[in-house]
């Protein structure tokens, strides 16, 4: 059974800084592309970041360029999204995923966890 946990998420204020964690279990983590999507009130779930399985290539949102990093530790079964100079825009729920391939999200997908960016 596949388990995507993830951690981090809430208030801050605009400026500052959260790291997302999600930790993965029931799957040959290392093999996996990973990635975080979001979702706003009212609007459609995006891609944010997604980090490839094998060379560890990054791609990132363009509104999000720059600000945020994802990174992976295949060790410990774990993706992270740094996220700096956050700002309102970026108050979503934010959604761990597995398996996906370029923006298309893959089958496997974490509860989320919610980020507030306050003006």
């Known amino acids: 059974q596949v388990q995507l946990v993830e951690s981090g998420g809430g208030l801050?204020?605009?400026g500052g800084s959260l790291r997302l964690s999600c930790a993965a279990s029931g799957l040959p983590f290392s093999s996996y592309?990973?990635?975080w999507f979001r979702q706003a009130p009212g609007k459609e779930r995006e891609s944010v970041a997604r980090i490839t399985a094998l060379s560890g290539t990054t791609t990132y949102a363009d509104s999000v360029k720059g600000r945020f990093t994802i990174s992976r530790d295949n060790a410990k079964k774990t993706v992270y999204l740094q996220m700096n100079s956050l700002k309102p825009e970026d108050t979503a729920v934010y959604y761990c995923n597995a398996g996906g391939m370029h923006a298309v999200p893959g089958?496997?997908?974490g509860q989320g966890t919610q980020v507030t960016?306050?003006?």
Do not use: C, D, P
Request: glycine share 8%.
């Open 107 to 109: 089958n496997y997908w």
């Open 33 to 35: 592309n990973m990635g």
């Open 117 to 119: 960016v306050s003006s």
């Open 12 to 14: 801050v204020q605009a």
